[in-house]
């Protein structure tokens, strides 16, 4: 692969960052994940934003405007020939002498690569997943983008050993959202149900852009948190991610979803989404 590093595009054996940068010793950085289909980004626009929001929320400056990071974005595609897959960026405080305060001039270190990756054709969708339910002991500004996750690392891996496919986390008994997407679920009265947004979860692009697709196809829309009884006795569950896009959960904690099949509703969610972002992709 030919990546991004700090404005050279270098082959990715050849990409070194220092042993003194703050995204290694703090994970003082941000990131982005855009999925790409057919060469093209997906709800970028979205991703730029939330980009820029997570780092004023940590007084990062990222060293590219926005049209120049496009510019990358593109490039890489290009450079990869990737037709499907992701495109992962980072944005670290970059490197200075090891303390906690953040240094006065800071060199900020850009990263970028790509994974090919099959996002369309996920045999998940035809089988939804399994998730289990564990308490989501997280920082507490879930909101922002950053790359502190080794909770949600230990999540994957407690519920790979329960042998479930993901974990959703729990907070006071209401679900926050899973270990690296948002959660929903239908209620037995068709009513799709998300947590609001807040410091709690991350302000998932996808979500945002599954619950407009909702309300457009006159799917009633509830934004509150949910318990964990309401999640194990729900008509349908789904997740939602840029990698996902809306992928079933059929069993929650053990318990079937519905019929344990993946809901009729989620999967038309699903392909509705995949067909409009495709079609607005750039
Ligand atoms: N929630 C968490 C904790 C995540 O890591 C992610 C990332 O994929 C999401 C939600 C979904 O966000 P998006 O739809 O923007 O990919």
Same mark, same amino acid.
């Given at each position: 692969?030919?990546?991004?590093?700090?404005?050279?595009?270098?082959?990715?054996?050849?990409?070194?960052?220092?042993?003194?940068?703050?995204?290694?010793?703090?994970?003082?950085?941000?990131?982005?994940?855009?999925? /790409?289909?057919? @060469?093209?980004?997906? =709800?970028?626009?979205?991703? %730029? $934003?939330?980009?820029?929001? +997570?780092? &004023?929320? #940590?007084?990062?400056?990222?060293?590219?405007?926005?049209?120049?990071?496009?510019?990358?974005?593109?490039?890489?595609?290009?450079?990869?020939?990737?037709?499907?897959?992701?495109?992962?960026?980072?944005?670290?405080?970059?490197?200075?002498?090891?303390?906690?305060?953040?240094?006065?001039?800071?060199?900020?270190?850009?990263?970028?690569?790509?994974?090919?990756?099959?996002?369309?054709?996920?045999?998940?969708?035809?089988?939804?997943?399994?998730?289990?339910?564990?308490?989501?002991?997280?920082?507490?500004?879930?909101?922002?983008?950053?790359?502190?996750?080794?909770?949600?690392?230990?999540?994957?891996?407690?519920?790979?050993?329960?042998?479930?496919?993901?974990?959703?986390? /729990?907070?006071? @008994?209401?679900?926050? =959202?899973?270990?690296?997407? %948002? $959660?929903?679920?239908?209620? +037995?009265? &068709?009513? #799709?149900?998300?947590?609001?947004?807040?410091?709690?979860?991350?302000?998932?692009?996808?979500?945002?852009?599954?619950?407009?697709?909702?309300?457009?196809?006159?799917?009633?829309?509830?934004?509150?948190?949910?318990?964990?009884?309401?999640?194990?006795?729900?008509?349908?569950?789904?997740?939602?991610?840029?990698?996902?896009?809306?992928?079933?959960?059929?069993?929650?904690?053990?318990?079937?979803?519905?019929?344990?099949?993946?809901?009729?509703?989620?999967?038309?969610?699903?392909?509705?989404?995949?067909?409009?972002?495709?079609?607005?992709?750039?």
């Amino acid at each position: 692969r030919t990546v991004y590093l700090n404005g050279a595009w270098l082959a990715e054996a050849d990409a070194h960052v220092s042993i003194f940068d703050r995204g290694f010793l703090f994970a003082d950085a941000i990131y982005e994940v855009t999925g /790409v289909v057919n @060469g093209k980004l997906l =709800e970028y626009e979205g991703h %730029s $934003a939330r980009l820029q929001r +997570s780092m &004023g929320e #940590l007084g990062l400056v990222c060293p590219l405007s926005p049209e120049e990071l496009l510019g990358v974005h593109r490039e890489i595609v290009q450079r990869n020939a990737l037709s499907e897959g992701l495109i992962y960026l980072q944005i670290s405080r970059g490197p200075a002498d090891r303390d906690f305060a953040f240094p006065a001039n800071p060199v900020p270190t850009l990263v970028l690569f790509t994974q090919a990756k099959a996002v369309l054709d996920n045999p998940k969708a035809r089988t939804g997943i399994s998730v289990a339910l564990l308490p989501d002991l997280r920082w507490a500004r879930c909101d922002i983008k950053t790359v502190q996750l080794l909770y949600p690392s230990m999540a994957k891996m407690e519920a790979a050993r329960q042998g479930a496919d993901d974990a959703w986390l /729990v907070e006071e @008994g209401f679900v926050t =959202e899973a270990s690296s997407a %948002s $959660a929903h679920i239908i209620t +037995s009265d &068709g009513v #799709l149900v998300t947590r609001p947004l807040s410091q709690a979860i991350l302000h998932g692009i996808t979500r945002h852009s599954v619950l407009d697709l909702a309300t457009t196809i006159g799917v009633a829309v509830e934004e509150r948190p949910f318990s964990v009884e309401e999640a194990k006795t729900a008509a349908e569950a789904f997740i939602t991610s840029a990698t996902n896009f809306v992928l079933p959960v059929t069993q929650i904690d053990g318990q079937l979803i519905g019929d344990g099949q993946p809901g009729p509703l989620t999967l038309r969610l699903r392909e509705l989404y995949i067909e409009r972002k495709i079609a607005s992709a750039i």
